[in-house]
C-alpha cells in the first residue's frame, strides 16, 4: 500500500471502492457494447442471405425511401439511432431503374405499385429517369398503381405515371410550384466585423452573393426565374400530358387552391379528385384490397398484396443470375461522381481529386473499351476541376471513349469537368452551364480588435503574412487574386470553346455565371443530346463500335471502418429514424435550421490552393 493510500481513512476508501467499481461496470458495459455492434455488423456484411422469392404473379412495389440520388453518402461517425448525427436515408436511381426494367420482362411480376409516402425529395432529372422507366414497364401492358396518404409536388410527379393514382381520404395533394430562396448575411457579417473579400468574374456568378448582400441582385433574380420557369414547364407539361388533363390544369389547380378547398368544404383530397388528379379516394385498406383483386393477397400477411420490394428483386435477381459467358469481354466502365468538388480524397457524397483520379485511372487499368461518367454536382475547387479534366483527357488519349451523362446538376466545376468528354448528355431539367470564376477570403482582424486582439510583426516582403484570417488583406494581395479570378475564367472560356468548337467570345456570351436547363443548355450547344444515364451508355457502345458488351461500376472500396458505417445506417429502417426525429422538439428545430446555415457550412469546403472556385450556389434542382 502507498503512503496516500495508508492516510486515507475507511469512509474515503469505501467510497473509492464503490467508484472503482462503477468505473470497472462502465468500462465492461462499454466494451460489451462495442462488441454487440461488431457482431451486428459482422451479420449484416457477412452474414447469410435472407432468403427472398419472387411471388408469382405478385408486383413490383416501388417505395423508396429518403432521397433519390446517383451515389449514396458514405456515414460519417455513429448512426443516429446510437448517438450520432441523424442523416436523411437514400436511394439510388440507379437501382429503381434497373429494377423495374428487369421487372418489365419478367412474367412473374404482374403489376407495379408505386408507394411514396417515405420519398422525402428527389430533383425533377431523378424523379424523370424513374419515371421513364415506369413508362417502359406500362408499355408492356402491365397495369401500375399508385397508392398515397398524402401527397408532395415529388412525390406526385411519379404517381401521375401510374394508371390509377389512390389518395387516402384524409390526404392532401401539395402543389406549390419551384422556388429558389435563401438567406443573406451582410449585414450580419458587418455587426460581427468580418470582412469578406470576394473576386469573381461574370454578373450571374452569384455563389457568393449572401456574403455580400442583403437580398438578390437583379441579375440573380432573372437567371433564377429563367431556368425556374422552364423547369416548372416540364413538371407542368408531363403531369397534364400523364393525366390527359387541360394544358394549364396545374397553374389553375395552384392559383385557385383556396377557391377549389371552400368548394369542396375545406377537403384537400375532394379537391384534388374534383380535378382529376387522382382517380379514387379510398382508405389505405381499400386501396390495397383493389390491388389485391389483381395479383393476390399475400400469404405472410392477409392484410398486404403479393409483392416484393423493388430493392429486395433486384439483389434476388442479380444473385440468381446466370454466370455470363461474356465476362471476360468488352466491358463500359461507368463512374458516378456526385457532390461538391474538392481537392485530394474524398468519401462517396464528394468529389475528390484524387479519389476521382483513381478512379478514372482504374478504368483505363481494367481496359474498359469506353467510360462513362455520371455527374451530379454544382462545382467546387476549381484546381481540382481541371486535375479531374486532365485525368478523362488521358483516357481519351489512350483510346477509350468518353461519354458524360449528367444528373440533376453540372455547373460550374461540374461542367468543368464535363467538357473533358467526347460527348455530353443531359436530361432535360439537368442544371448546367455556370460558367464563372469567383474567390473568397474573409478576415477576421477587426472582430478581433473589438475584442481587444491585434496583430503585429515584421516581414521581408509587403506580402508576408498575407492570406491570414487575422490580418487585413493587403492591395496587392487583393490585385493578385482578382488576376487569378479573371485568368482562371479565360481559361474555362477556352476549354470550353475547344470542346464545343466554338471560340472564348461566343461561349463568354452563354457564360459570366448563367444558369441553364439541359433543354435550352442543347440549344445553346454547351451539350450534345437530351436523355438519361441508359441513352448514355448506348451512345457510349455506339462511339466504341460495341454490339455485346457489359456495364462494370468502377467504385471507391470501402476501408473496413467505413464498411462498418454503413451497415448499422443501411440496417436502421428509416421510417423509425424518420419517426424519432420528428418527435424530439431540438433535433426537428435544429433540422429546420440546416438550409438557412447551408451557405456558412460551404465556408469549410473553400480549400482550393489558390482560393479559386467554380461554384454555383442556386444549382439544386428543385
Known amino acids: 500500500m502507498t503512503e496516500s493510500t495508508h492516510q486515507r481513512g475507511p469512509v474515503r476508501r469505501f467510497f473509492g471502492a464503490i467508484g472503482g467499481a462503477i468505473t470497472w461496470l462502465r468500462r465492461v458495459f462499454t466494451n460489451l457494447l462495442f462488441l454487440l455492434i461488431l457482431l451486428f455488423v459482422g451479420f449484416a456484411i457477412f452474414g447469410g442471405e435472407e432468403r427472398i422469392t419472387v411471388p408469382e404473379g405478385g408486383a413490383l412495389k416501388v417505395a423508396p425511401a429518403g432521397f433519390l440520388v446517383d451515389e449514396v453518402s458514405q456515414p460519417t461517425g455513429l448512426p443516429g439511432f446510437i448517438g450520432g448525427p441523424s442523416t436523411p436515408p437514400e436511394t439510388r436511381v440507379k437501382d429503381l431503374v434497373e429494377a423495374i426494367d428487369r421487372a418489365t420482362n419478367d412474367n412473374r411480376i404482374a403489376a407495379l405499385v408505386l408507394e411514396l409516402d417515405h420519398l422525402a425529395g428527389a430533383s425533377l432529372s431523378k424523379l424523370e429517369e424513374v419515371g421513364e422507366a415506369v413508362q417502359r414497364f406500362k408499355a408492356s401492358e402491365k397495369p401500375v398503381y399508385a397508392i398515397g396518404d398524402n401527397f408532395t409536388q415529388g412525390q406526385y410527379f411519379l404517381a401521375s405515371h401510374a394508371d390509377k393514382v389512390y389518395m387516402n381520404p384524409m390526404g392532401s395533394l401539395l402543389v406549390t410550384g419551384f422556388g429558389s430562396y435563401r438567406n443573406y448575411y451582410k449585414s450580419a457579417l458587418d455587426k460581427l466585423k468580418i470582412n469578406f473579400h470576394v473576386f469573381r468574374v461574370g454578373d450571374y456568378k452569384d455563389f457568393i452573393e449572401p456574403y455580400t448582400r442583403d437580398d438578390m441582385s437583379p441579375a440573380s433574380r432573372e437567371n433564377n426565374a429563367r431556368w425556374l420557369h422552364q423547369l416548372w414547364s416540364e413538371y407542368t407539361e408531363q403531369v397534364t400530358g400523364l393525366r390527359n388533363l387541360p394544358p394549364n390544369a396545374v397553374d389553375n389547380y395552384v392559383a385557385e387552391l383556396p377557391q377549389n378547398l371552400r368548394a369542396e368544404g375545406g377537403s384537400w383530397a375532394k379537391a384534388a379528385l374534383a380535378n382529376k388528379f387522382v382517380d379514387k379516394l379510398l382508405t389505405r385498406r381499400a386501396a390495397v384490397a383493389e390491388v389485391q383483386e389483381l395479383v393476390g393477397v399475400n400469404e405472410a400477411d392477409k392484410s398486404q398484396y403479393k409483392a416484393i420490394n423493388a430493392l429486395d428483386y433486384l439483389r434476388q435477381a442479380k444473385l440468381t443470375d446466370l454466370p455470363n459467358p461474356r465476362q471476360q469481354g468488352d466491358k463500359i466502365g461507368l463512374i458516378s461522381a456526385a457532390g461538391a468538388i474538392i481537392d485530394g480524397e474524398a468519401p462517396a457524397g464528394q468529389i475528390g481529386s484524387a479519389t476521382l483520379g483513381k478512379l478514372i485511372a482504374t478504368a483505363r487499368e481494367k481496359e474498359v473499351k469506353a467510360l462513362v461518367l455520371r455527374i451530379d454536382s454544382p462545382g467546387g475547387s476549381a484546381f481540382a476541376s481541371e486535375a479531374i479534366r486532365q485525368e478523362l483527357l488521358a483516357t481519351r488519349e489512350a483510346g477509350i471513349p468518353v461519354v458524360i451523362s449528367m444528373g440533376s446538376v453540372a455547373a460550374s466545376g ?77 481559361q474555362f472560356l477556352q476549354l470550353v470553346a475547344e470542346a464545343r468548337n466554338s471560340t472564348p467570345q461566343e461561349i463568354h456570351k452563354i457564360a459570366q455565371g448563367q444558369v441553364w436547363t439541359g433543354r435550352t443548355a442543347h440549344e445553346l450547344g454547351l451539350v450534345d443530346e437530351l436523355g438519361n444515364l441508359k441513352d448514355a451508355i448506348t451512345d457510349a457502345a455506339q462511339i466504341a463500335e460495341l454490339e455485346k458488351y457489359d456495364v462494370v461500376e468502377i467504385q471507391r472500396q470501402l476501408t473496413p471502418s467505413e464498411k462498418i458505417m454503413r451497415a448499422l445506417a443501411e440496417n436502421v429502417d428509416a421510417r423509425i429514424a424518420s419517426s424519432v426525429e420528428q418527435n424530439l422538439p431540438l433535433g426537428a428545430w435544429f433540422s429546420s435550421l440546416q438550409p438557412a446555415l447551408q451557405p456558412l457550412a460551404e465556408l469549410k469546403s473553400f480549400k482550393d490552393p489558390r482560393a479559386l472556385y467554380v461554384r454555383c450556389l442556386d444549382c439544386v434542382a428543385p
Do not use: C
Open 414 to 490: 461540374g461542367y468543368w469537368i464535363a467538357a473533358g468528354g467526347d460527348r455530353i448528355w443531359a436530361s432535360p431539367s439537368t442544371i448546367t452551364g455556370s460558367i464563372g470564376v469567383f474567390g473568397a477570403f474573409p478576415t477576421f482582424e477587426d472582430a478581433l480588435e473589438h475584442l481587444g486582439v491585434y496583430n503585429d510583426g515584421v516581414g521581408t516582403t509587403e506580402l508576408a503574412g498575407t492570406m491570414r484570417l487575422d490580418r487585413a488583406l493587403p492591395e496587392a494581395a487583393a490585385d493578385i487574386l482578382q488576376q487569378g479570378v479573371e485568368h482562371t475564367y479565360a
